[in-house]
Structures are given as structure tokens and as C-alpha cells.
């Protein structure tokens, strides 16, 4: 169990990292815009993200 849990949270920094390595630039941009949007929408984003990767684990998984 934990070499899975460990390698998932390999995958997630890996895929984090994508971004701020290709194009730093978009990454400020985007983080500035989200920054400015209201809780509830930021809420309902990581609700909708969590829920997407339940799903994803519980059809593939």
C-alpha cells in the first residue's frame, strides 16, 4: 500500500511540475486570474476535481 500511495504522489508532482517547467509565464497568469475569483467558484473547482479523480479511480483502478 504505501508504494503505491508514494508512487501516486510521485505521478502528482511530476504532473504539477509540468507547467511552471514549460511555461512559467502562463503559470503566474493563471495563478494571478484564480486569485481573483470568488471562493465559492474556487470550492466548487476542487469539489468537481476531487470527484472527477474518484471516478477515474473507481472505473480504472
Do not use: N
Not at 504505501?2 to 497568469?29: K, N
Not at 494571478?32 to 465559492?40: K, P, T
Amino acid at each position: 500500500m504505501w508504494d503505491e500511495l508514494l508512487a501516486a504522489f510521485g505521478l502528482m508532482l511530476v504532473l504539477e511540475g509540468v507547467l511552471p517547467f514549460l511555461s512559467p509565464q502562463a503559470l503566474r497568469h493563471t495563478l494571478l486570474q484564480m486569485a481573483q475569483l470568488e471562493d465559492r467558484i474556487l470550492r466548487f473547482a476542487g469539489l468537481a476535481s476531487m470527484a472527477l479523480g474518484l471516478l477515474v479511480l473507481y472505473f480504472f483502478r
